[in-house]
């Protein structure tokens, strides 16, 4: 404890010195017994292993350098005193996986019990983070610093937390006192629990504050779990700074983990009451000393709604396992840095689908089978039950309630979705076919949104609720896509659709570019390298950039890329041409929404030549690099997007300002709308190549000629032709 407990700078008096380094002696006997149990034992040894481990290279810096941050770091390796397999697995996890930890006790195990030097300089070299370690500490903590993922963070934990506390509490109150009635069974779960939510809100936020200070301070989570999915490796003043971000979104769990732990504890304490009975202020009472004096069940039961409120919930064995993998091949975790978030969002966002009830159907058929396979082996509880793993045991009363609150909340969701989807109110992922999508953002529409009036507002980041919400508006265009093109395409159409609307999560980025660049190199590689480069900028950083700069960029290299991401230089890398060669600008308030709001909102821009061919379902791609056979240079292909799409647009709103194209049939005015837009990219090209001299040409196209038989004549050499 006085370890602990040291402050920077302070001086010690010989007897504590000596006391101290007899600590340090006493550690390093105590982890050489530890490794050995660690050997060959099971879970539970190999957590205080790795505690032990970690505790004794803490004792080590405490003796050595006195130093706060190491007292600091003696409180967090301390056995929690009510051990579980639970939490012996996330200590495990912690330390990077079962397999690391034996093969560290076997390294132990080799060296000498009574060479205390080896011991120390042993533990040193297994607990101090390698130098690639704090380099992804950085990165990590650059990719969080945006303002933007921070303000998305707490929507998503108001909205979920609210819907949980009082939607889903009223929704389950409802349907237990359906189940009672119907059963004649006690009523187990009440709608009352809502208003004692209320309450508990209230309690909540005073406590949830002091949390986040703590939290904020020490950069550790008061309720154990949390986002983070690496261990600090960065020591001091430094470490501290960079970890800003990772520890302003710990803090911001914790403050709503709190809050939800306090409106649990009352929502609980209420159930308690009103199943002993009591009503009126009886019930008050007996609330308000349950929430006083709680029993270890609701204690347990309201920290495990705390996790469950703010994604921290305690993932599958097999994300577990996926996690330790991409731990120990350290290149992935620049390519999927987060592994549990995504997937208990996703995890939500199921439950709330109409697919939970096939998986709560599924569950009770196996419940039922396994108790009366338990009955006809004869093997019974204490209390003449089955003897089945609780699990495993079919929901019943209040907690099928529970269960089956979900998907029918998430039923009404997906019908009222459906309805303003169908209505034109809620955007899909739009068309599939690039050129197609160009020509409709061209009009100002924008994916996964909300539509009021002229203005689109994004749902896509609002977890778990924009997964469900965006999957049903995919399925409505899908099913629209099915009268013009017929079922097999309508279908692939809606399964590509999802799959890019959950892929297209800013958390699975790097997973979906790596992806693309797999499959398809030639057309993704060199792009995926150039985001994975722009990451070297902070987050935060290219947030204010985009909140700054009007117009969007396309870099076209790994530097324009970076140097799009900067405040002032951005100004100098191209910039994102529409369908019509024209800058993508976006307003101030576009702007002010991407970095201040938790939604991205874009206006109409009353484009009806770009709306017209939206209707007839026609894309504009953008024109060939090369004019003939000879390739342009990158400023002559940016002159001919311009030029042609100017004269596009012109040509085609001449041809949409003549009353004899509105009596065309559908497929004439198609027609007529691709001979203006082919007709100015004639005149474009013809634009471009009177600036050329002709002796040049020849020669351009006589290099781009060569470049392409290079290959062929390779091919011909290897075969001895």
């Known amino acids: 404890e006085t370890l602990r407990n040291v402050r920077r700078g302070e001086a010690w008096s010989a007897e504590k010195l000596l006391a101290a380094r007899q600590m340090l002696v006493a550690s390093a006997e105590h982890l050489y017994e530890v490794h050995q149990r660690a050997a060959t034992g099971g879970e539970a040894e190999l957590a205080e ?135 004649g069974t006690p009523q187990e779960r009440y709608m009352g629990e809502a208003y004692a939510e209320a309450y ?77 009975g009591l009503v009126g202020d009886r019930r008050l009472h007996r609330m308000l000393t349950l929430v006083e004096t709680p029993t270890a069940e609701m204690i347990e039961q309201a920290r495990k709604e705390a996790h469950v409120r703010t994604f921290t919930d305690d993932p599958p064995e097999a994300v577990r396992k996926l996690m330790n993998l991409r731990d120990t091949a350290w290149p992935l975790k620049y390519i999927i840095p987060f592994i549990k978030t995504p997937q208990r969002i996703f995890a939500a966002g199921f439950r709330y689908s109409p697919l939970e009830f096939l998986r709560i159907g599924a569950h009770q058929i196996q419940g039922a089978r396994a108790e009366r396979a338990a009955v006809k082996e004869g093997r019974a509880d204490l209390f003449g039950a089955p003897d089945v793993p609780e699990e495993a045991r079919p929901y019943r009363g209040g907690e099928l309630s529970e269960r089956l609150a979900s998907p029918i909340i998430g039923s009404f969701l997906a019908a009222g979705v459906a309805t303003l989807a169908a209505a034109g109110y809620i955007t899909g992922g739009g068309p599939t076919d690039p050129k197609e999508k160009a020509a409709l953002l061209a009009t100002g529409w924008q994916p996964y949104s909300l539509r009021f009036g002229d203005a689109y507002v994004s749902f896509g980041r609002l977890e778990p609720f924009g997964t469900v919400m965006g999957a049903v508006a995919d399925f409505v265009e899908g099913f629209d896509e099915k009268q013009k093109t017929g079922r097999t395409e309508a279908i692939t159409r809606v399964v590509n659709a999802i799959n890019e609307n959950l892929l297209n999560k800013s958390f699975l980025t790097g997973l979906r570019d790596v992806s693309r660049a797999l499959v398809d190199p030639e057309r993704y590689g060199q792009w995926w ?45 191209s910039p994102r041409r529409d369908i019509w060669g024209e800058p993508v600008e976006r307003s101030a308030a576009e702007r002010f929404s991407r970095f201040a709001l938790p939604v991205d909102v874009s206006t109409d821009r009353q484009d009806y030549a770009a709306a017209e061919l939206v209707r007839l379902g026609m894309g504009v791609g953008r024109p060939a690099r090369s004019i003939g056979k000879m390739p342009l240079s990158d400023d002559e292909y940016d002159r001919l997007v311009v030029e042609s799409g100017r004269r596009a647009k012109e040509r085609v709103q001449r041809v949409l300002d003549r009353n004899d194209y509105w009596a065309l ?35 351009r196209e006589r290099a781009g000629f060569l470049k392409r038989l290079k290959p062929s004549i390779r091919e011909g050499v290897g075969a001895g032709r």
């Open 200 to 276: 508990g809100l209230m309690q909540g936020v005073r406590e949830g504050l002091h949390v986040f200070g703590e939290a904020w301070r020490t950069g550790q989570p008061v309720f154990e779990e949390n986002k983070l999915e690496h261990q600090p490796a960065i020591d001091g003043k430094v470490g501290q700074v960079v970890r800003v971000p990772t520890r302003a979104l710990t803090a911001e769990d914790e403050y709503f983990k709190a809050v939800g732990y306090r409106q649990s504890l009352h929502a609980l304490a209420y159930r308690q009451a009103a199943s002993e």
């Open 49 to 183: 292993f790795s505690i032990t481990l970690q505790r004794h290279a803490a004792i080590q810096k405490a003796v050595s350098g006195l130093t706060a941050e190491a007292g600091r770091a003696l409180a967090q390796f301390r056995m929690p005193a009510a051990s579980t397999a639970a939490m012996y697995r996330k200590i495990i996890d912690a330390a990077g996986g079962e397999r690391t930890i034996r093969d560290t006790a076997d390294l132990l195990g080799r060296i000498d019990p009574a060479d205390l030097v080896r011991i120390d300089h042993f533990t040193r070299h297994a607990t101090n983070p390698k130098f690639r370690d704090k380099i992804f500490e950085v990165w990590i903590n650059g990719l969080l610093s945006g303002p933007h993922t921070h303000i998305v963070n707490i929507s998503s934990n108001v909205l979920f937390g609210a819907e949980k506390a009082f939607v889903e509490r009223t929704v389950t109150g409802g349907i237990d006192w359906l189940r009672a009635k119907v059963t």
């Open 665 to 699: 049939a559908e497929d004439k005015k198609m027609d007529r709308l691709k001979d203006a837009i082919e007709a100015a990219r004639r005149d474009a090209r013809a634009l471009i190549l009177r600036d050329i001299p002709r002796d040049e040409r020849h020669e």
């Open 529 to 573: 390298v150039q985001a994975l480069a722009g990451t070297v900028v902070p987050q935060g950083v290219a947030q204010v950039t985009r909140a700054i700069d009007p117009t969007q960029r396309r870099p076209e290299s790994t530097g324009e890329t970076i140097a799009s991401r900067i405040p002032g230089i951005s100004f100098y890398t």
